[in-house]
């Protein structure tokens, strides 16, 4: 889980793990982790999601904390158009330092913009969207079943699936 700070990374966590949602803000410090299993390929899957401090001017993600990631999920504030912005400059430095990995976008929040009145912001092609809300749940569970089931035809994961 990475973006910007207050994009709602931990409520988005806390709703898709625990199946709840809180106004009050915490911010997080270092990383912070949950888990949680879905149905996926046939099978289950355990997401092991790793909540990271977001980044600003002042605090840059450590990638270091990346290594090993089998899939990534974006998160963009729906009503501040700059999150965006450090979601794709993320994506760019990871892909640069460990190439292509499953991931998805996340555009939360979307039960605060008023209808048409949200700022147009795009995915940038070929990296799954979904309009969430951690207040209300929508579309939390798909965007989470979405990252599993890419992360499954990943060719990573492929190689690490046992052999009968």
Known sequence: MIGAFAVGKTSLVHRFCKGI???????????????????????????????????????????????????????????????????????????????QVPSVILFNKCDLAAEGSEPALAAPEGLPAFRTSAKTGAQVPAAFQALAELTLASPAAQLQRPRN
């Open 21 to 99: 949602f809180t106004d009050r803000y915490l911010t997080t410090v270092g990383v912070k982790i949950d888990t949680a299993v879905v149905d996926a390929g046939g099978g289950t899957v355990s997401l092991i999601l790793w909540d990271l401090a977001g980044e600003d001017a002042f605090h840059s993600v450590q990638l270091s904390y990346l290594s090993g990631a089998h899939g990534l999920v974006y998160v963009v504030d729906s009503t501040r158009p700059g999150t965006l912005e450090v979601a794709l400059g993320l994506r760019r430095r990871i892909e640069e330092t460990m190439g």
